[in-house]
């Protein structure tokens, strides 16, 4: 379905400034209204990839989204090239968070050029469960923040990640209209 937008400039910047806050903050739960889109694509899944996919970013879909309809949307809305291949996605939407390829299977970047990295969006049910806490810039001195579901290893995943710094991908979580970054330089906390 596509909708006008009152404001679209205003939005893309709005889109925008939550996407960098939630990555400069990582662990802070921040608010994105999205725009209407297919399911199960969530509302800030979908302003996410509106406002920041062009005609030059590779959209990698997992099975769950990887659907006509939100194929449609994205094409209509960004430009953007649904691409099958993980290692060539500048963004990866993870619909199915318990069945999320490892992280290492997309676009790491490189020495030289770090950004060329996927960022991948995980969609999740709720901002609750067991608290991960996390260090690294952007966090004073330790965060928590919680999501479920995830993978049982998904610490682990964070942490291999973390190791290939400057190298890696970026994560954010989604639950409907709410968003957190997880950044390539959270470290997990170790435990006092």
């Keep these: 379905m596509t909708v ?15 996407a960098m806050d939630a990555v ?3 662990g802070e739960i ?6 209407a889109a297919p399911a199960p694509l969530a509302p800030a ?10 005609y030059e970013t590779p959209i990698w879909l997992d099975e769950q989204l990887s659907i006509p309809a939100v194929k449609d949307w994205i094409r209509f809305q960004t430009g953007a090239p649904i691409t099958e291949d993980k290692s060539t996605a500048a963004f990866a939407l993870v619909a199915e968070p318990l069945r999320m390829p490892d992280l290492t299977q997309f676009a790491l970047g490189t020495e030289e050029y ?15 469960g067991a608290p991960i806490v996390i260090t ?3 966090i ?3 965060r928590s923040f919680a999501a479920e579901p995830l993978p049982d290893d998904f610490i682990a995943r964070l942490s291999a990640n973390r190791e290939l710094f400057p190298r ?16 390539r330089s959270v470290r997990i906390a170790k435990e006092n």
């Design 4 to 18: 006008a937008t009152a404001n679209p400039a205003f939005e893309s910047q709005a889109a925008f400034r939550a």
């Design 24 to 26: 400069a903050r990582p």
């Design 30 to 35: 921040k608010t994105l209204r999205g725009p």
């Design 45 to 54: 899944t979908a302003a996410l990839v509106r406002h920041l996919a062009d």
């Design 114 to 128: 770090p950004d060329r990295s996927t960022t991948v969006i995980v969609q999740v049910e709720s901002f609750r």
């Design 136 to 138: 690294g810039p952007g």
């Design 140 to 142: 004073k001195d330790r």
């Design 168 to 183: 890696g991908v970026d994560v954010m979580l989604v639950a409907g209209g709410e968003i957190i970054g997880l950044p």
